[in-house]
């Protein structure tokens, strides 16, 4: 184990000029966040970048102020909510912990307590544990991992090097202001210590980098070469009969779990018949990336000439394309023309 680096004081002097202003946040060196407020907010964060989160978490605090209030929710209304967040197990987890919270009066204030809630896990109890109760837990995140990468010049490429970068980390974390500290570390990573092109002469820690001094800052941290994403194909239905849509609630595990969507089959281990009788037509592909695959999903269209087999016929002035997951989304754009007919 290499000697400690003591980068705490350097990094909370330039966090409490420079900290991110974020919706779920509080000023630095101000009371403890509300943990209903962190533990909403890293929820939707996992995947998903800042920017795209913004809007979502003031929605749902607005709709939802509490965690009481969350929990006691519709399903169906807090899936159409997160739709186009993607990753839709976070969203039937949230739900989840948000009923086991409430059940028992409010959060643990301990990472241990916290990883016992359903959807916490490692990264997201010690997140919680720090920033809302200021446990000196450590916080290892995508953007830690790459500032202790090259505070250490760890040359072990990810995801191999992943224990080592948390027990470095481990080192660097203070005992005081432990959500502060957790924060800056996230800011540093996000807005100086970036994966290209570094801003190494505004660093507040470029004075205890190795990798800088070493001159190889901008190529740490080394990965592991990707293997190519699987490809998958399947098929949408669009049926239309009057004035309503044919729509189904997908299983509640699974991809896309509990959303409402189009019928479709084969991409997701489905292998189903059309959901009732038409003149089914093929009018384009779409295309689309999930975590673990790509897809490609024939959109079929066509008249209901009769009562659908699965699935209801939802009116059109109730469909919300933005509740629809995105890749619903893509299948509703390119079957805009029959739609809107």
């Known amino acids: 184990m290499r000697d400690s680096k003591v980068i705490a004081p350097d990094l909370l002097a330039w966090y409490d000029r420079h900290a991110r202003v974020l919706p779920w946040r509080v000023p630095p060196g101000g009371s403890p966040a509300d943990p209903y407020r962190v533990w909403l907010s890293e929820v939707m964060l996992q995947q998903t970048t800042v920017a795209a989160v913004k809007a979502y978490f003031l929605r749902f605090t607005a709709l939802w102020p509490t965690v009481h209030d969350l929990a006691a929710a519709e399903d169906a209304r807090v899936m159409a909510e997160w739709a186009g967040l993607g990753y839709y197990a976070r969203a039937r987890n949230l739900l989840a912990c948000a009923r086991a919270v409430a059940a028992q ?63 470095l980390a481990a080192q660097l974390t203070p005992t005081k202001r432990s959500g502060d500290y957790a924060q800056a570390m996230m800011d540093l990573g996000a807005t100086i210590c970036t994966p290209r092109s570094p801003a190494c002469v505004i660093c507040p820690l470029q004075a205890q980098c190795d990798a800088r001094r070493q001159g190889i800052a901008a190529e740490l941290p080394r990965k592991l070469a990707k293997a190519p994403k699987p490809e998958r194909e399947g098929v949408a239905w669009v049926a239309r009969q009057g004035q309503a849509l044919l729509l189904e609630h997908r299983p509640a595990k699974g991809l896309l779990g509990g959303t409402l969507a189009f019928p479709s089959a084969q ?36 008249h209901l000439t009769g009562n659908p087999e699965r699935g209801e016929l939802v009116p059109l002035r109730q469909i919300d394309r933005e509740a629809l997951p995105g890749l619903m989304r893509k299948v509703w754009d390119m079957a805009q023309g029959e739609i809107a007919a």
């Open 105 to 167: 009066g409010g959060f643990p204030d301990t990472r241990e307590g916290l990883a016992a809630l359903p959807g916490i896990g490692p990264y997201t109890s010690a997140a919680i544990a720090a920033i809302a109760f200021e446990r000196p837990e450590t916080v290892v995140d995508g953007n830690v991992e790459r500032v202790v990468a090259r505070l250490f010049a760890v040359e072990t490429p990810l995801p191999r090097a992943k224990p080592q970068l948390t027990a």
């Open 267 to 302: 991409w997701d281990g489905r292998d189903l018949p059309p959901p009732g009788p038409a003149q089914w037509r093929e009018i384009g592909q779409v295309r689309h990336v999930f975590t673990h695959f790509s897809l490609t999903l024939r959109v079929m269209t066509g």
